[in-house]
């Protein structure tokens, strides 16, 4: 038999996938439910698209409280990089939505694009692994700003130097455990 190619489905995955099956449970509620939490999670990627290429792009965007607009025009007024991958090893790495350091100053920015109550660890855990990736140790900094850009709304953090150490001391711990467990194989 000749299988029909279908290559313009290579890398792509339906939403009623056979290797995702448990909608095979759902009722129509719960079906347009999920299926909307989808849809949104597709604009927050896009919106994230957008946002990247305005910042690289220095676009501006109109004066408005709506989050995006917010975080593209300080991102580009303080002259950030956007979707910057930050590594420390292959066990421990991710991509800030937009960071600059400037003057000994680390300042990391993150739009969310959700309702869900948000928390800044992941924002700290970027600080951390920028210290790392970069040889900073964080009380050396001039300081440290974390921004989180949601539902029209900024919320700002200056965490504590210790409190990016620790979790710097944690990733290098965590890191070595996973390291000796890959060798133990």
């Known amino acids: 038999m000749k299988f029909n190619a279908h290559s313009n489905?290579?890398?792509e995955h339906?939403?009623?996938?056979?290797?995702?099956?448990?909608?095979?449970?759902?009722?129509?509620?719960?079906l347009t439910d999920r299926y909307l939490k989808h849809l949104a999670v597709q604009r927050g990627t896009d919106l994230h698209d957008y946002a990247a290429r305005a910042i690289r792009l220095g676009v501006k965007q109109a004066k408005s409280k709506q989050t995006v607009c917010l975080y593209i025009n300080d991102a580009i007024g303080f002259s950030m990089t956007p979707e910057q991958p930050l590594y420390y090893s292959p066990n421990c790495f991710g991509t800030a939505d937009a960071i600059s350091f400037?003057?000994?100053?680390?300042?990391?920015?993150?739009?969310?694009?959700?309702?869900t109550d948000t928390s800044f660890n992941q924002l700290?855990?970027?600080?951390?692994?920028?210290?790392?990736?970069?040889?900073?140790?964080?009380?050396?900094?001039?300081?440290?700003?974390?921004?989180i850009y949601q539902n029209n709304d900024v919320r700002v953090l200056n965490p504590e130097a210790i409190?990016?150490?620790?979790?710097m001391d944690t990733i290098v711990q965590f890191d070595r455990q996973i390291e000796k467990l890959k060798m133990e194989e």
């Open 102 to 115: 400037s003057k000994n100053f680390l300042r990391i920015h993150d739009l969310k694009t959700g309702e």
């Open 9 to 11: 489905l290579v890398g």
């Open 163 to 167: 409190d990016i150490q620790r979790i």
């Open 124 to 147: 700290k855990v970027y600080a951390a692994l920028f210290c790392l990736e970069y040889h900073y140790k964080p009380e050396e900094l001039n300081g440290i700003e974390l921004r």
């Open 14 to 30: 339906a939403f009623l996938s056979a290797s995702n099956y448990h909608w095979l449970n759902y009722d129509i509620d719960k």
